[in-house]
Antibody
């Protein structure tokens, strides 16, 4: 059974940093691309970033490019999202998702990031 | 970015009934490889989204055949027949033909 468990969310001040993790199990992590998708409170879904199966390719939405970094450790079956220079508009629940032939096929339960002073 | 417009925003339904949700894109979703990357998700209350339909009309693993997707170009539809209580929630369409991937704003399926 595919399991994705996010962690690392919390309350952070504007301009500060936070690093999210997503622990994967139940599948061969190193064979699949992964992604982060966020959802602001009571809002819809917004793709944030994607990383290829081996980490060689990464893609970001414009609003986070240069501030967020997606990475992975295939030995640990873990996905990361380093978030720097956080803004109030980054406040959201962040989901990691298995992303490959089947788009965003499996999702974690999400971790809430609140950017506020 | 490709704008995905879902209608209606809210959709009251009776259990056992049939409904349709529309998703229209601001440009054609036919990729240069010939595929159309339009997908559907359901987010049940308090849960994470789940994939229902990928590439217009293909049901994902475990999705009942009460769900069906159709459409082409810029106009797509998700149909749900014999609605059951576990079908309630917010439905989203997603396009991944053009960068960046963009979701529709959602359609809330609720009991009449």
């Amino acid at each position: 059974e595919v399991q994705l468990v996010e962690s690392g969310g919390g309350l952070v001040q504007p301009g500060r940093s936070l690093k999210l993790s997503c622990a994967a199990s139940g599948f061969t992590f190193s064979n699949y691309g992964m992604a982060w998708v966020r959802q602001a409170p009571t809002k819809g879904l917004e793709w944030v970033a994607t990383i290829s199966y081996d980490g060689s390719s990464t893609y970001y939405r414009d609003s986070v490019k240069g501030r967020f970094t997606i990475s992975r450790d295939n030995a640990k079956s873990t996905l990361y999202l380093q978030m720097d220079s956080l803004r109030s508009e980054d406040t959201a629940t962040y989901y990691c998702a298995l992303h490959g032939y089947y788009p965003f096929a499996y999702w974690g339960q999400g971790t809430l990031v609140t950017v506020s002073s | 970015d490709v704008l995905m417009t879902q209608t209606p925003v809210s959709l009251p339904v009776s259990l056992g009934g049939q409904v349709s949700i529309s998703c229209r894109s601001s440009q054609s979703l036919v990729h240069s490889d010939g595929n159309t990357y339009l997908h559907w998700y359901l987010q049940k209350p308090g849960q994470s989204p789940q994939l229902l339909i990928y590439r217009v009309s293909n049901r994902f693993s475990g999705v009942p055949d009460r769900f069906s997707g159709s459409g082409s170009g810029t106009d797509f539809t998700l149909k749900i027949s014999r609605v059951e209580p576990e079908d309630l929630g917010v439905y989203y369409c997603l396009q991944s033909t053009h960068f960046p991937d963009t979701f529709g704003a959602g359609t809330k399926l609720e009991l009449k």
